[in-house]
């Protein structure tokens, strides 16, 4: 098996393991977000349970199912997580970002992440998709980032996250049928209780827009092994900051927000997914 360049030795692990069932190879990575996990169903090629490869986390998170997509989408060479892992399910840093990783050690050189987020600001709506053009990872601040411990001799730990999320891609992005996305800021939270309502406006003093529990673990990775991000987050409820004026947040409206909105974020992906540069 050719070495993947800046591949850990658990990622080296996963592959060959994958290569016992396929030997075939991606150019872009997407990873659905909680409800999103239905649109890898289109991929001609190989589906794999996280289980059945070495040294891969399980996903636990409800609605994700846990299974690697690897073939053809659009005419594109995907491979694809069908779940997500989070620090809640007790996952560290460092699980949350491996299949980047791995499908880093699949070829892939760009990454499209999907998440559902509460909405931090008073222009977003629920049901509407906003590219991430930034993000503020509150648990990276307090030490668990996935590069902690990483030890590369070739590669610096001390990656540049100046411009984390591609203004290309985005533009991309913009080009589908929905039209032209909003822009926010993502903060990350470890989960799994939702924030209360100091820490929503706390949240919102710091600039951020929406508010979920991944996506930035995965991100941090994709730019380590210098792979192209797109962040795509669908906003499925108000962040409660005003308990007095505001109804609690209803989880099952959460799922049925996800539902209805599914056809939208289909649309940005096949239009990503057919016209952005994979190089």
Not at 36 to 60: H, K, M, V
């Amino acid at each position: 098996m050719t070495p993947v360049p800046h591949a850990s030795s658990r990622a080296v692990r996963a592959l060959t393991s994958i290569r016992a069932y396929t030997d075939l190879t991606a150019d872009l990575a997407i990873v659905l977000g909680s409800g999103l996990g239905d649109y890898a169903d289109q991929i001609e090629g190989l589906r794999i349970p996280y289980g059945d490869i070495d040294g891969f986390p399980c996903s636990t998170a409800p609605n994700h199912k846990g299974v690697l997509h690897i073939g053809t989408l659009h005419g594109r060479r995907v491979v694809a997580m069908q779940g997500r892992l989070h620090l809640y399910e007790g996952h560290t840093s460092q699980d949350a970002a491996f299949p980047i990783e791995v499908a880093h050690a699949l070829g892939a050189k760009a990454a499209v992440l999907t998440n559902v987020s509460g909405s931090l600001n008073p222009n977003f709506a629920d049901g509407d998709i906003i590219g991430i053009s930034d993000h503020i990872n509150l648990p990276g601040l307090s030490g668990q980032s996935p590069l902690v411990g990483r030890r590369d001799v070739n590669k610096s730990p001390f990656v540049n996250l100046t411009r984390t999320y591609d203004h290309d891609w985005l533009q991309i992005a913009d080009q589908s049928t929905i039209g032209t996305l909003q822009r926010g800021i993502y903060a990350c939270l470890a989960g799994p209780h939702f924030e209360t309502p100091a820490e929503g406006r706390m949240l919102r003093l710091l600039g951020a827009d929406m508010v979920g529990m991944s996506t930035v673990h995965e991100s941090i990775m994709a730019r380590y092994l210098d792979m192209k991000v797109l962040g795509l987050s669908l906003i499925v409820n108000p962040v409660i900051t005003d308990p007095e004026n505001q109804p609690a947040v209803d989880e099952a409206e959460i799922w049925k927000t996800v539902e209805t909105s599914q056809r939208k974020m289909t649309s940005v992906l096949d239009h990503v997914i057919r016209h952005a540069p994979v190089a």
